[in-house]
Every structure is written in C-alpha cells, then in structure tokens.
C-alpha cells in the first residue's frame, strides 16, 4: 500500500500556500505536518483528501493487490478541525449516517456504532443528541467516525484539539493499532501525537515561494 504525494504546490484565493511538497508513505507509516498557524497544514491535508484542486502536482493511492492508482480521497477518513456530525441528530444516528456514506472501500469491516462509542471511551450515550456532548465528547465521537467504517488512510487536521490528557492517550492508542495493522496516517498537530517512529514534515507557509522555489 503506498501514498505518493509529488511536487505539490496549492493556492488559496489569489496566492501560493505552499509549493513542491513531495511525500511517500506505505503501510504502517506515519507523517505530521508541522509549522506555525497559516502555513499551510490544513490546505496540504484537503489537497490529500481530494477536497481542495491542487495547483500543480499529484496525489496517488495504490495498493498491494496491483490494482489501478487512485486518489487518495477515495479510500481515506478526513477528520477536519469541524466535527462533521449533526447537532439534532442522535449520536448513533450521525455514525450510522457516515458508516453507510463511507462504504466499505478498505475491505474490512468496521465497528459496529457501540463497539466504536466504546472504543473512544463514550459507551451508553449514543442516544443522545450530538448536540447535547460537551465538546471533548463530541471530538471523541467525531474520531469514532474514523472506527465505524474501514479506510486505510486517515487525514487528521489537528485530531486532539479540545481534549483532555486521557484522550490524548486514547487517540493515540488508536493510531498506533491503525499503523499496526498496516494504515497509513497523515496528520497535522501542534501537539505531539505521541506516535513512534512517526516523520515530521514541517510546513514554512510562504517562505519556499519567496525563496523562489516555485516557478
Ligand atoms: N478560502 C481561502 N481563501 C483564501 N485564503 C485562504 C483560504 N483558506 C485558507 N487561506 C489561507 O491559506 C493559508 C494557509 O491556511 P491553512 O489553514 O492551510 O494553515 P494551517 O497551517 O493549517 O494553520 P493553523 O495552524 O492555524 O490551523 C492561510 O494564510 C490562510 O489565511
């Protein structure tokens, strides 16, 4: 399984974000973006997710089997600094929403909505209304999304913003059984995740443009 990123470069309105940003991830392996706020963390996770039109450059998935390239959007979770979960509907209801609208492209079967709840430490409340957790429950039941279907890749802008140091804990026990069982995670943070042997890419905004690179 293998995530290919070459010579990036992404625009945001009328300017130039970042420019040659390559990366290779194969399973198993982790990559955190890194660098200060604005430069350019979330706009390189959304080009990776397929959310945002690169300006130059590719994104490629490719997995063990020979299959054909494909982008990476199709087979990835993208847990965004938004929770994507709808405030009046029930907690079980959102997962079940986003188990069916997510399919099952990584072959595997995912969690069933309990089993999930459970695993980010929140068993006995997916009946209540989204909009009823406190916030550190709602990141929790957000990241339960990523256990609830199966996909290879996860894309994580800022996963443990609002949490408390015990899922800190919990997040990064589960990214750590992902990379086991052979995922590949791409993650922006201005915390450590507590992941081993995970690289570091560290985003320098405009600076690689006014350094001439692009051109
Ligand atoms: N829709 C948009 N139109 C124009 N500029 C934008 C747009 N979205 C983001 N930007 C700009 O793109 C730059 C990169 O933003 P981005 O959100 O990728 O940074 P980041 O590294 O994730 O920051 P943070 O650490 O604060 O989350 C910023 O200067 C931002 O103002």
Redesign the pocket.
Known sequence: MHFTAENLA?R????L??VNISFHLAAGEALV?T????????????VAAGLLRPEKGTVIFRDEKGGEDRHPGEVSHYLG?RNAMKNELTVAENLDFWRAFLGNPGGAAGLSVEDAADAVGLSGITHLPFGYLSAGQQRRMAFAKLLVAHRPIWIL??PTAALDASADRLFAELIAAHLTKGGIVLA?T?QPLGVENARELK?T??AGVDAGVWG
Do not use: P, Q, Y
């Open positions: 992404a945001r309105g009328e300017d974000i970042f973006l660098g200060k706020n604005g430069s350019g963390k979330s706009t390189l996770l959304r600094h802008d800022e922006a201005h985003m905004g405009f």
